[in-house]
């Protein structure tokens, strides 16, 4: 680290032109390629997976990405002359155009049923040739712009649907802009330095704008869901300042006790910035352990996310200390810069509310830490309420196409036709025919079944199919529970003695397949994913009693941030005033993808607040001394990165894509719970009540554990170095402040 440090301040101008380059070189080839991400949320053996695949066989023009085209009148009928030759000028338009397998009228006898009964909305279904992860968004807005052409003053016409969906831009980057405004004015608040304020915000974003690039085309190679560059700037830009604000921290403490700016960069990063590439690795380990579900929709997830916190770390260990040398003092504020030529060199001691506090929680552990207890717990109660499912288009902002289309649906049909159940079966014979035939009948009379069309068959007769359309809408639990009716009750009773093996898909049932699929396999995940991070920081720390702890903490922030989410996305507290939508499920991947990234971030503090009272620990062997100056230390720098990072996070609502606010509002509440709850809290008040045992180790796993330090020996050793040639006038100043400082407060 010493040496690579040292190569970035002396040719600092390579390194920064080096990462340049990589950013342009990155952003232009994406640009020239384009994007290909696909939200393939499909689950291998699944139910529905199977009934799409029986489809497709079946009827292969079927087998497509099916959207809708609704219009309405007002006032008039959509049976007057007028509208319906425009709409089927307009329809036979689309028909025509590339990627699109067929079109079903509502004036046509394919399309009876489409016409609602105030006969002023209908709708037409458009199916694509391809499921909406390889439709090119070309092809849908080609659709989007011969529907729209229809419309007139008195004739609405909107369209729906997960390719239609290809079309909605976003918000800009609006988001973006305000997290790393805000984050700016925090680090300028804790440095006092415009230089060394913009530093961490630069490194940031040269890092999060090639890995956004660099996502792109890897959606090229694999696949990659659409929120995930999005979800990996959202990560980048909270882990990137962050890293950055703890080296740069740690370079103007090195300037104000008289080192040099190349010894202080190369320091900085030698003890920092090893913490950093710790912290860094935590992260991916976290991300990197959603491939063992061996899903490919989270495994493009997990890559890209990886991606931006390698490119973040190696940013703040390169490109930082290079910037950091062209900057020199100035990392420095004016009143530092002209003290430090004054006065000399001042060590910086843990003064004001830091140190008040760290004595305030050294003489009330057991208060403090069952008051944190208590509010952890109370916001973890929503998370046992937890529903996994799909958020409709009923959730897109009320601007959008897709929107207005849902809402003219529901209003004139009913809401499950938004979402219709298809049930799809292989027939052999005539009897099964006519079982197929009476399961009609039945169907019908099912409790949350509001119709049922008649079914359809393919020109061998071997496979038929018909709609279910529910009562209810695509995201509602009563939807769910038709589901899990349809496959437990009513089918298997219909199923008795023929050969027909009817299989339920559509898009509820798709979703609650790939949400069982995840709830199954997620205890070895998080199984996998704490004991991973445990094995590292107890290859850190030497110590049984700080992995468990860490493990324990990890665990009751996501439980809070779930707990968080469930009450504003699930119950709808403030969803609607956020501009989020209406109350709805949680996505099924979201517990998944929020526990890789929790855990990382979580650690993170861990090993931030840990490593400077191991060090101290190291050198005092007083457990109480060591916590106490631990958190004086360390807590105003991790209090400083939490707001940015909360800053950041909770920005991402301004997307007004709900899946990137469900992971803002998640993080920005598990940062703000960790980082102000539970490391300045909850486990410095444990470690003052488990003393030495914090640091237990036994002898035999000490002797055949590899050793690996984030601050290594020969760093305190130069600290003692600096400490021991420390002048006469700064000894003085140590001895006038001595009975302020707290590390000597009694224990």
């Not at 996502?215 to 990996?232: N, Q, R, S, W």
């Not at 004001?352 to 830490?369: D, Y």
């Not at 861990?606 to 060090?615: A, G």
Request: negative net charge.
């Amino acid at each position: 680290m010493a040496a690579l440090a040292r190569w970035c301040v002396r040719h600092r101008l390579v390194a920064v032109l080096l990462w340049l380059l990589a950013f342009g070189g990155v952003t232009a080839a994406a640009a020239v390629t384009g994007s290909a991400y696909s939200n393939d949320y499909e689950a291998p053996g699944t139910e529905s997976g199977r009934a799409t695949q029986l489809l497709k066989e079946g009827f292969p023009g079927l087998g497509g990405d099916s959207d809708i085209v609704v219009w309405r009148t007002s006032p008039g009928s959509v049976r007057a002359a007028d509208v319906e030759q425009t709409m089927t000028d307009a329809l036979d338009t689309i028909a025509s155009l590339p990627g699109v397998a067929s079109v079903v009228s509502p004036y046509d006898g394919q399309g009876s049923g489409r016409i609602s009964a105030d006969g002023r909305t209908a709708y037409a279904t458009v199916t694509f040739a391809h499921q909406a992860e390889d439709i090119d968004a070309s092809e849908a807005r080609a659709v989007v712009r011969a529907a729209k052409a229809a419309g007139t003053d008195g004739l609405q016409v909107e369209l729906g649907g997960s390719a239609i969906a290809l079309t909605e831009t976003s918000s800009g980057h609006t988001a973006e802009i305000v997290g790393v405004a805000v984050a700016a004015l925090v680090l300028f608040l804790a440095f006092g330095s415009l230089a060394a304020s913009l530093l961490p915000i630069g490194t940031a974003l040269v890092s999060v704008g090639t890995a956004y690039a660099a996502i792109v085309l890897l959606g090229h190679a694999m696949t990659v869901a659409d929120f995930a560059p999005m979800l990996g700037m959202l990560i980048g830009l909270g882990v990137g300042i962050d890293y950055a604000l703890f080296i740069v921290t740690r370079h103007r403490r090195g300037l104000k006790r008289g080192l040099s700016v190349t010894e202080a960069v190369t320091n900085a990063v030698v003890t920092t910035g090893r913490a950093v590439v710790f912290a860094g690795a935590t992260v991916c380990i976290a991300l990197l352990g959603m491939l063992i579900l061996r899903l490919g929709f989270l495994n493009g997830v997990a890559i890209a996310a990886s991606l931006t916190v390698v490119l973040t770390v190696a940013a703040s260990v390169t490109l930082l200390p290079a910037l950091l040398s062209f900057i020199g003092p100035r990392a420095l504020s004016r009143r530092e810069r002209r003290r430090l030529a004054e006065h000399g060199p001042q060590p910086e001691l843990p003064t004001g509310l830091a140190a008040r506090w760290s004595a305030f929680v050294e003489r009330r552990p057991k208060l403090l830490g069952a008051l944190a207890l208590v509010v952890i717990t109370v916001l973890a109660l929503p998370t046992l309420a937890l529903h996994l499912g799909t958020s409709d288009q009923g959730n897109d902002p009320k601007s959008s196409t897709t929107r207005q289309a849902y809402d003219l649906l529901a209003a004139g049909f009913g809401p499950g036709v938004n979402g219709p159940l298809t049930l799809v079966t292989k027939i052999d014979g005539a009897e099964d025919r006519l079982t197929l035939d009476n399961l009609s009948a039945t169907l019908r009379t099912t409790e949350g079944v509001a119709s049922v069309t008649s079914v359809t068959y393919d020109g061998s007769g071997s496979t038929g199919y018909f709609s279910v359309v529910p009562d209810s809408a695509p995201q509602s639990q009563r939807t769910s529970d038709l589901v899990d009716r349809l496959r437990t009750e009513v089918l298997p009773r219909a199923e008795t003695g023929t050969s027909l093996d009817i299989h339920v898909g559509g898009v509820t049932a798709g979703y609650d397949d790939f949400a069982d699929v995840i709830v199954g396999k997620l205890p070895l995940f998080v199984g996998v994913v704490i004991s991973l991070g445990c094995v590292l920081l107890l290859l850190a720390f030497r110590s049984i009693g700080i992995p468990l702890k860490a493990a324990a903490m990890n665990v009751a922030a996501v439980a809070a941030a779930f707990g968080v989410v469930v009450a504003i996305f699930q119950w709808g507290w403030g969803s609607e005033f956020l501009g989020l939508g209406r109350a709805g499920p949680i996505e099924p991947f979201l517990p998944v993808i929020m526990v890789s990234v929790l855990f990382g971030l979580s650690m993170d503090y861990q090993v931030f607040l840990v490593s400077r009272m191991y060090e101290e620990w190291l050198e005092t062997g007083d457990n109480r001394r060591a916590v106490r100056v631990g958190l004086a230390e360390t807590s105003r720098v991790i209090n400083s990165a939490a707001v940015i990072m909360i800053s950041v996070f909770l920005a991402f609502v301004l997307s007004g894509d709900r899946v990137i606010a469900m992971f803002g509002i998640a993080l920005a509440a598990a940062v703000a719970l960790d980082a102000f709850v539970l490391r300045t809290l909850l486990v410095p008040a444990l470690m003052h009540l488990l003393g030495g045992a914090n640091w237990w180790l036994p002898r035999g796993l000490d002797r055949v554990l590899p050793r690996i330090s984030i601050e290594p020996p020969e760093c305190r050793a130069a600290h003692e170095r600096l400490a021991a040639a420390t002048d006469a006038e700064v000894a003085d100043v140590l001895a006038k402040e001595r009975e302020q400082d707290v590390r000597d407060i009694p224990g």
